[in-house]
């Protein structure tokens, strides 16, 4: 039985996991339909997703289309919740984007569809709710051709479109798009020659190379053109590839806690088989694991299994230190991943009857099973600060703290998530026993700017035996830990760190006695004295804080412009190219990250509800005006030499 890992992507409110419980009921699955509205749906499984109606974190569940056995993903449709979708997306051989007849192409089926074709992944759309009044046929097949992509392949005809009635009448199309990529068929196209049987056999090519993309319309409502698209699905789609008798691959894209509090973690295997009580490595740590239990998906629900092949979709128990995008056994080669990074931060204030210990492991959990959510501890003030997305996330932490771990909180206002980068080069030593270093180390440091995007590098202008390598490895993982707070207390970004100066005094001790600590460098030295020296270095070189910057496209009815430009400039969004289409202007350009949700929240009113924002992060620019945002320290301070001393060293220094 052939494999095909499905995914299922849409805007938010286009019926997406609508569609999913109407092809789990089209092949036999569940006997009843659920309703997002009700709240009884098959794969959105959080409360919270239940309550809203929208879907969070990616679920699956399997079913059997004739000999193909379809696991399919539903992913979320809300753009806080993109890098889920991206993590998602490595694991698929397919993909079915969803698109409203009435609402058509929106901010987020853009995004999504400039994903899919970058990644290459084999996509049909399903254009749903041709039984909603509104609905449209020729207006939507243009704007999918105008703003997705023009190598559309239309599967056939609606009746009665906008009525309970609407009904999809399948038939062939597309013969001059499909030849666009065949010279072949092109040659018979012009000669009137083509066949209905060659017509198919190029569609299916071109469509699993991801050339092409057939357009199916229905109703997940009423299930008119869904067995039209399951035939779609099994006969255009490909199935999963993978070798069970090769060496084991696989990628994790998904960790939860089970009931006791234990890690599950979800992996789509390309290569070899994996069995229970199998030792695997994983991570970039190529950490060692033992699996100690194992559940594939079939018809409907994930069944307990000794193994599972290439191909397969499964839930693995006993890797206790594994984290979402870790390869298991040999690595991939794959596209590298495409997550931004969270731009926005907050501040979580526990209630009153809270208990801090249990929001500390709370979140920590929670982080595991989306790291790209960061934390941040604050001892002096006792503060918790997370990263997100944007502001529907806050709703998403918040509930999901209440109902899974009965913890009430509440959040300060979001903030953008800056970084600092070296204006020039600084450079700064200090020498073992030589006043004021009251440690027994020498470490000399340069700080270099690096381009933009390259992290954080370093190197040694020192001789790698001039010293034992676990002190040279305590000042690099000590600068790049202190690199996490700059001058101004954002992280140090694209910077190349040279050590320039190293010393130190070696194991001695007294006659007849043992070591002597007192006269004797250890890595705690190194560890202490490199964050002042970093500092102090950092200081001379001077940093600039830049803010996250996200670009933008606005599409809005071309007599709101004048009320649009004014409203742009106070949010300093910048416009970069201006357009039209139609009856529409479209503009392009940048604009903070701090601004987005203001804007996305004032759009509706200035444009008669007609305006549509599609926003991603793009880069990082260099605060222009008004104050340096500045960020609180959470570490013993530097900056502050009495006061890192005290805390370091717990002495006085005078």
Request: charged share 25%; glycine share 10%; hydrophobic share 40%.
């Given at each position: 039985?052939?494999?095909?890992?499905?995914?299922?992507?849409?805007?938010?409110?286009?019926?997406?996991?609508?569609?999913?419980?109407?092809?789990?009921?089209?092949?036999?699955?569940?006997?009843?339909?659920?309703?997002?509205?009700?709240?009884s749906t098959q794969t959105d499984t959080l409360a919270l997703e239940r309550q809203r109606g929208i879907t969070i974190k990616s679920?699956?569940?399997?079913?059997?289309?004739?000999?193909?056995?379809?696991?399919?993903i539903d992913t979320p449709g809300h753009p806080d919740f993109i890098?889920?979708?991206?993590r998602v997306l490595g694991v698929l051989d397919g993909a079915v984007l969803v698109v409203s007849a009435v609402e058509g192409v929106q901010a987020q089926t853009r995004v999504l569809m400039r994903t899919l074709r970058r990644l290459r992944i084999p996509t049909l759309i399903f254009v749903n709710k041709i039984d909603r009044r509104g609905a449209r046929y020729e207006g939507v097949l243009r704007a999918i051709a105008e703003r997705l992509t023009p190598a559309v392949v239309p599967m056939g005809e609606v009746a009665a479109l906008g009525t309970r009635r609407a009904a999809f009448l399948p038939g062939p199309g597309g013969a001059d798009v499909l030849a666009d990529h065949d010279d072949e068929l092109l040659a018979a196209y012009v000669d009137d020659t083509v066949t209905r049987d060659r017509l198919h056999a190029a569609l299916v090519a071109q469509t699993r190379r991801a050339l092409v993309h057939p357009v199916y319309f229905g109703s997940a409502a009423t299930g008119a053109g869904v067995d039209a698209l399951i035939s779609g699905i099994r006969g255009l789609l490909p199935a999963a590839e993978g070798d069970p008798d090769g060496?084991?691959?696989?990628?994790?894209?998904?960790?939860?806690?089970?009931?006791?509090?234990?890690?599950?973690?979800?992996?789509?295997?390309?290569?070899?088989?994996?069995?229970?009580?199998?030792?695997?490595?994983?991570?970039?740590?190529?950490?060692?694991?033992?699996?100690?239990?194992?559940?594939?998906?079939?018809?409907?629900?994930?069944?307990?299994?000794?193994?599972?092949?290439?191909?397969?979709?499964?839930?693995?128990?006993?890797?206790?230190?594994?984290?979402?995008?870790?390869?298991?056994?040999?690595?991939?080669?794959?596209?590298?991943?495409?997550?931004?990074?969270?731009?926005?931060?907050?501040?979580?204030?526990?209630g009153r009857d809270t208990d801090r210990g249990a929001l500390h492991l709370a979140l920590t959990q929670l982080t595991e099973q989306d790291p790209l959510i960061g934390l941040r501890h604050d001892e002096v003030r006792r503060e918790i600060s997370v990263s997100l997305y944007g502001e529907v996330q806050k709703e998403v932490l918040q509930a999901t703290l209440a109902d899974e771990y009965g913890l009430d909180v509440a959040f300060r206002g979001t903030t953008p998530l800056c970084i600092e980068r070296p204006s020039g080069t600084g450079a700064a030593v200090e020498f073992i026993k030589k006043d004021p270093n009251p440690f027994l180390a020498t470490v000399g440091l340069r700080v270099d700017p690096a381009p933009a995007g390259t992290g954080v590098s370093f190197g040694l202008e020192v001789e790698l035996g001039a010293m034992p390598y676990a002190f040279f490895k305590a000042v690099e993982d000590t600068v790049r830990e202190t690199l996490a707070q700059g001058l101004h207390g954002w992280q140090v970004a694209d910077c190349a760190v040279t050590m320039t100066h190293s010393g130190y005094w070696p194991r001695q001790s007294h006659a007849h006695q043992g070591f002597d600590k007192s006269m004797s460098s250890t890595g705690a030295d190194f560890r202490g004295l490199t964050p002042l020296v970093l500092i102090e270095a950092l200081r001379r070189a001077g940093?600039?804080?830049?803010?996250?910057?996200?670009?933008?496209?606005?599409?809005?009815?071309?007599?709101?412009?004048?009320?649009?430009?004014?409203?742009?400039?106070?949010?300093?969004?910048?416009?970069?190219?201006?357009?039209?289409?139609?009856?529409?202007?479209?503009?392009?350009?940048?604009v903070p990250a701090a601004h987005v949700h203001a804007l996305e929240q004032q759009l509706p009113g200035l444009t008669r509800g007609e305006g549509e924002l599609e926003s991603a992060f793009d880069h990082y620019a260099p605060v222009a005006r008004g104050t340096v945002p500045e960020r609180p320290r959470t570490d013993h301070n530097p900056l502050n030499r009495k006061e890192y001393l005290l805390n370091v060293t717990r002495r006085v220094v005078s």
């Amino acid at each position: 039985m052939h494999l095909l890992n499905l995914g299922i992507l849409a805007h938010v409110d286009a019926g997406k996991t609508s569609l999913t419980e109407r092809l789990l009921h089209s092949v036999g699955i569940i006997d009843e339909i659920g309703s997002v509205d009700a709240g009884s749906t098959q794969t959105d499984t959080l409360a919270l997703e239940r309550q809203r109606g929208i879907t969070i974190k990616s679920a699956v569940v399997s079913f059997p289309v004739d000999d193909v056995t379809v696991n399919l993903i539903d992913t979320p449709g809300h753009p806080d919740f993109i890098a889920e979708v991206e993590r998602v997306l490595g694991v698929l051989d397919g993909a079915v984007l969803v698109v409203s007849a009435v609402e058509g192409v929106q901010a987020q089926t853009r995004v999504l569809m400039r994903t899919l074709r970058r990644l290459r992944i084999p996509t049909l759309i399903f254009v749903n709710k041709i039984d909603r009044r509104g609905a449209r046929y020729e207006g939507v097949l243009r704007a999918i051709a105008e703003r997705l992509t023009p190598a559309v392949v239309p599967m056939g005809e609606v009746a009665a479109l906008g009525t309970r009635r609407a009904a999809f009448l399948p038939g062939p199309g597309g013969a001059d798009v499909l030849a666009d990529h065949d010279d072949e068929l092109l040659a018979a196209y012009v000669d009137d020659t083509v066949t209905r049987d060659r017509l198919h056999a190029a569609l299916v090519a071109q469509t699993r190379r991801a050339l092409v993309h057939p357009v199916y319309f229905g109703s997940a409502a009423t299930g008119a053109g869904v067995d039209a698209l399951i035939s779609g699905i099994r006969g255009l789609l490909p199935a999963a590839e993978g070798d069970p008798d090769g060496p084991l691959s696989g990628t994790v894209f998904k960790v939860e806690r089970g009931p006791a509090g234990e890690k599950v973690a979800y992996a789509r295997l390309f290569s070899g088989t994996l069995r229970t009580r199998d030792q695997v490595l994983f991570g970039e740590a190529r950490t060692e694991g033992k699996v100690t239990a194992i559940s594939v998906f079939d018809h409907g629900t994930d069944v307990r299994d000794d193994a599972a092949p290439a191909g397969r979709i499964a839930r693995l128990w006993g890797l206790a230190d594994v984290r979402i995008g870790d390869c298991l056994g040999v690595p991939r080669e794959q596209a590298a991943h495409h997550f931004a990074p969270p731009t926005l931060e907050t501040v979580v204030v526990p209630g009153r009857d809270t208990d801090r210990g249990a929001l500390h492991l709370a979140l920590t959990q929670l982080t595991e099973q989306d790291p790209l959510i960061g934390l941040r501890h604050d001892e002096v003030r006792r503060e918790i600060s997370v990263s997100l997305y944007g502001e529907v996330q806050k709703e998403v932490l918040q509930a999901t703290l209440a109902d899974e771990y009965g913890l009430d909180v509440a959040f300060r206002g979001t903030t953008p998530l800056c970084i600092e980068r070296p204006s020039g080069t600084g450079a700064a030593v200090e020498f073992i026993k030589k006043d004021p270093n009251p440690f027994l180390a020498t470490v000399g440091l340069r700080v270099d700017p690096a381009p933009a995007g390259t992290g954080v590098s370093f190197g040694l202008e020192v001789e790698l035996g001039a010293m034992p390598y676990a002190f040279f490895k305590a000042v690099e993982d000590t600068v790049r830990e202190t690199l996490a707070q700059g001058l101004h207390g954002w992280q140090v970004a694209d910077c190349a760190v040279t050590m320039t100066h190293s010393g130190y005094w070696p194991r001695q001790s007294h006659a007849h006695q043992g070591f002597d600590k007192s006269m004797s460098s250890t890595g705690a030295d190194f560890r202490g004295l490199t964050p002042l020296v970093l500092i102090e270095a950092l200081r001379r070189a001077g940093t600039q804080v830049y803010e996250p910057m996200h670009r933008f496209r606005l599409e809005a009815p071309a007599d709101t412009l004048g009320a649009l430009l004014p409203v742009l400039a106070r949010r300093r969004a910048v416009p970069q190219t201006t357009g039209t289409r139609r009856e529409s202007c479209v503009l392009e350009g940048a604009v903070p990250a701090a601004h987005v949700h203001a804007l996305e929240q004032q759009l509706p009113g200035l444009t008669r509800g007609e305006g549509e924002l599609e926003s991603a992060f793009d880069h990082y620019a260099p605060v222009a005006r008004g104050t340096v945002p500045e960020r609180p320290r959470t570490d013993h301070n530097p900056l502050n030499r009495k006061e890192y001393l005290l805390n370091v060293t717990r002495r006085v220094v005078s």
